[in-house]
């Protein structure tokens, strides 16, 4: 009777998996995905009342803005199942439809958000997958912090990783500044873009210097994440009000005072790097010609270039004049990437061909895809190891 009891205590609490419940009920646990040996994967879900079930994964071509889908098959007992063709090495992420309601994997605890949208994650090895998992070398630390940005009279919450064994040292270190995208705040990069796996390996290998991140958030009227500021559990929103009005790139020199106060860093152009995803490679871009003597590293992921109203800042004000500025006071990288059916790729052809104009030399990558975070950690593999040589 008391075995009776406890077990019923646990079921009602709610302190045991989907899995261990089954397995207590006589059920066998569903496993999904299941990453199979020729790298295919199988996914399944219990939905016996549904009428249809649907996979989005976004290793599927898209279909306009939507991702691409795949209808699961059902079985006697009510479990939907479908399987991949053999997938690359790569970090993925998918969802489920069932009856036209979109909803995550119940049998798959491992969860990211991006905007508003949750989803399922898995990552297949033996391949450029490998960066973004956790391996068994010495790890770096990732904190949160708050600073005061007197520029947008707030305290501002930051993301920041220390690569492994700055604790125990008196070495200072070069910084890289990494920006996130629209809907993006200063838990994206670390989440969805690996950061910490992804330095922790190449560092570890000797392919990237030791060097600290900093992940800020890039929307002046946030303090920081939903859900993580005074505000409470507000939705997150794709594009908030004043993003890209040029108030966090004319404050953005808040940010540096406060981490190199903080940390132990060289505190020089050129031990400073750059980068940004989309709305991020845009306030990277005028960032870095905006105050055109801080940093030596300036990278470009996707980056949505042009203010779409120069007049509503004088920090948009003589572009071109401020990148040769820029390119007049020398730096060692200026790198741009972008996917070759990414809605910026012709954004980004033009403003390259402003650059060839004016004589401002970059290095330049194109990959297939489009605007992803599947190509974004790529492009954070390739940059990584070209800084502070």
Do not use: C
């Amino acid at each position: 009777m008391k075995k009776i009891t406890l077990l019923l205590l646990i079921f009602l609490t709610g302190t045991i998996s989907t899995q261990a419940q089954q397995a207590i009920f006589g059920e066998v646990p569903i496993v999904s995905p299941e990453i199979n040996d020729d790298q295919s994967v199988t996914f399944r879900i219990k939905a016996p009342l549904a009428n249809e079930v649907r996979l989005m994964g976004d290793w599927m071509p898209p279909v306009g803005w939507a991702p691409g889908s795949a209808e699961l098959t059902k079985d006697e007992n009510g479990i939907w199942t479908y399987t991949t063709e053999s997938l690359d090495s790569d970090l993925y992420t998918y969802s489920f439809s069932v009856d036209s309601v979109r909803t995550i994997d119940p049998s798959n605890p491992h969860v990211i958000r991006d905007v508003a949208n949750l989803f399922n994650v898995f990552i297949i090895g033996d391949g450029k997958g490998d960066n973004y998992k956790v391996t068994d070398v010495p790890h770096g630390s990732v904190t949160r912090r708050w600073y005061e940005s007197p520029g947008l009279d707030m305290q501002r919450r930051i993301t920041i990783y220390t690569p492994p064994g700055y604790e125990n040292s008196e070495e200072e270190y070069p910084v890289l500044y990494l920006l996130h995208g629209a809907g993006g705040d200063e838990e994206a990069w670390i989440a969805l873009g690996r950061t910490s796996q992804i330095l922790d390996n190449l560092i570890a290998d000797g392919k990237a210097e030791p060097m600290i991140v900093v992940m800020t958030n890039g929307n002046v009227d946030q303090q920081a994440a939903p859900g993580e500021a005074p505000a409470g559990y507000v939705t997150p929103q794709f594009m908030l009000p004043s993003t890209m009005n040029g108030k966090f790139i004319e404050t953005f020199p808040d940010v540096i005072r406060f981490v190199e106060s903080e940390y132990r860093v060289v505190a020089d152009k050129a031990h400073r790097a750059i980068a940004g995803l989309s709305m991020g490679g845009f306030h990277t871009m005028h960032i870095s010609r905006f105050h055109p003597d801080t940093f030596d590293y300036v990278a470009l992921f996707s980056a949505a270039i042009m203010p779409r109203d120069e007049s509503a800042s004088p920090v948009f004000a003589d572009i071109k004049g401020t990148l040769e500025t820029q390119m007049n006071n020398g730096y060692e990288l200026y790198w741009i990437g972008i996917g070759k059916s990414d809605f910026l790729f012709e954004a980004n052809t033009q403003y390259r061909a402003m650059l060839d104009e004016m004589g401002m030399e970059y290095e330049y990558m194109e990959t297939e895809g489009g605007h992803t975070w599947t190509n974004w950690r790529v492009y954070l593999t390739e940059i990584a190891p070209l800084l502070f040589k």
